[in-house]
């Protein structure tokens, strides 16, 4: 299951008088994707893909994202989430953005000594929207070195047009 959480409307209570990231994990909207969701994928054996909507423009973003991991998989235990998303929708011209993400976020998980336990994953590229053509973005992330070493598994996702849903039943 994809799980996607967007730090500042779940559990980022904003920054303090340094620019540091302020987190409350304690949040209603945090307990409920915990009570609700995690608990039932630990429970029932569901792989989690759990990641982050978009990430802020903040030097000290993969650190909020790893503290969240650490939370989810250390104290509260959910060895269901096994991979990490750095980012939704990631665009093709986004590549070098992207990799900083992936490269700040993977050095916060091995500080934490949390690689191996859950591994990212990327790039999350939309592969059907005219909007934002990805077009090459997977296969320049699989033929990268750098992102290769970094990343546990490729993955990009396709919504389907909700017309077609309706119309097919």
Partial sequence: IRVM?????????G?????????NFDTPEMQIVCDKIFDYCQENGVTVMF???????????????AEC?????????????????????????EMETWR?????????????????QV??????????????PTSNFLQRVVDDPELSKMLGAYESHHYTPYQEQIESM
């Fill in 5 to 13: 959480l967007k730090s500042d409307w779940w559990y980022r209570d």
């Fill in 15 to 23: 920054v303090d008088e340094n620019g540091n990231p302020v987190l």
């Fill in 51 to 65: 990641g982050e909507w978009d990430p802020y423009d903040n030097p000290n973003w993969g650190w909020t994202l």
């Fill in 69 to 93: 991991v650490e939370y989810l998989v250390v104290e509260r235990g959910y060895t269901c989430i096994r991979y990490i998303n750095v980012q939704n929708c990631v665009r093709n011209n």
């Fill in 100 to 116: 900083g993400y992936v490269r700040n976020l993977y050095d916060e998980l091995e500080i934490r000594g949390l690689l191996g």
């Fill in 119 to 132: 591994e990212i994953v990327g790039p999350d590229d939309q592969i059907n929207n005219p909007n934002q």
